[in-house]
């Protein structure tokens, strides 16, 4: 099978596509022909050599990537819930080596969800990583309640256009910061506010904030303390929330901490009963055929995608 190779971390032409042996399913594993692929931040700073490189780099062959969505095409002996045939999505292995930038991909069986009919291979591709994210920041971590008042940073990338959906779901008001040019974009989504984060100080302007979901960092997350209420949650997937940071949540009875998504297949599959709602979709603006993969991570590098980005195989 075909898969793409990273020899040494740096630019996306360290991307090498190669042959390598396909692989075999174990006892807990599914093998799944992938058809579509999403690329994240993650990818790319893995890729350069930062974020999780450092935890993979020493189990060859190093292949970046964790979403995906395809047909199982084998499984091993003690899989119950998927068989050979079945269409299915999700986020491999994370965090840890998904190895998902190749034509074929195992699994285990708990990280999968059954992809619903009605969503394609892109769409659902793309709502792994950053609709994960989403989902557990908001539900598991900030235990979001209807008629709370959340802000969602970066509203229109890939984790905030989920963000957004989610938390309409749930009857919540949501305000979300981006540039002036995505603001009919994420009002479509669902946003009963849109900031311009260029021209406005969001921490001078939005207050009595219940949530804050932060995918900006440290300087971003203490200036986003200012919107919360007391008592209110502040939660960074960035590392925003420092010591510094959480020292002044504190003051004020604010919780302020730091998280990272995780591969969940029953999560995955609540998205997937969302996805078949209606509830929840994918804004995927990017398509790139496999053979393209350097030109998606350019493009998620521009840090200006609305969306998803999503490379397709044959």
């Not at 350069?48 to 990537?65: H, L, M, Q, S, T």
């Not at 971590?141 to 969602?152: D, E, K, M, S, T």
């Not at 009002?187 to 009963?192: I, N, R, S, T």
Request: no cysteine; charged share 25%.
């Amino acid at each position: 099978m075909k898969a793409y190779v990273l020899n040494e971390p740096g630019a996306p032409e360290n991307l090498h596509l190669q042959d390598i042996e396909k692989p075999k399913p174990e006892k807990n594993q599914v093998l799944v022909k992938v058809k579509a692929i999403s690329i994240n931040p993650v990818d790319t700073k893995t890729r350069d050599g930062k974020a999780f490189y450092g935890a993979i780099k020493d189990e060859p062959p190093v292949i970046v990537g964790w979403d995906i969505s395809g047909e199982v095409v084998a499984t091993g002996d003690d899989v119950e819930y998927f068989k050979e045939g079945d269409e299915v999505f999700g986020m491999v292995n994370f965090p840890g080596h998904g190895r998902a930038y190749a034509e074929y991909v195992l699994s285990p069986e708990s990280h999968l969800a059954h992809k619903p009919s009605g969503v394609s291979h892109e769409e659902a591709a793309a709502a792994t990583l950053a609709a994960l994210t989403a989902w557990q920041v908001l539900v598991q971590q900030a235990n979001i309640q209807p008629g709370q008042r959340v802000l969602i940073h970066a509203a229109a990338g890939g984790v905030g256009h989920y963000a957004i959906q989610i938390t309409k779901y749930f009857k919540a008001y949501v305000i979300g910061t981006a540039s002036a040019a995505k603001h009919a974009f994420i009002k479509g989504l669902g946003a009963d506010e849109q900031i311009d984060y260029r021209e406005t100080k969001v921490e001078e302007e939005v207050k009595d904030i219940d949530i804050v979901l932060d995918s900006l960092g440290e300087e971003n997350s203490l200036r986003s303390l200012k919107t919360l209420k007391d008592g209110g949650t502040l939660v960074s997937i960035l590392g925003g929330a420092k010591e510094s940071v959480q020292e002044k949540a504190k003051e004020r009875n604010i919780e302020a901490k730091n998280y990272l998504v995780q591969s969940s297949g029953e999560d995955q599959t609540k998205l997937a009963d969302l996805m078949r709602e209606g509830a929840l979709q994918s804004h995927v603006s990017h398509v790139f055929p496999f053979a393209e993969m350097a030109k998606a991570h350019r493009q998620v590098e521009t840090r200006k995608t609305k969306g998803k980005v999503v490379v397709v195989l044959d």
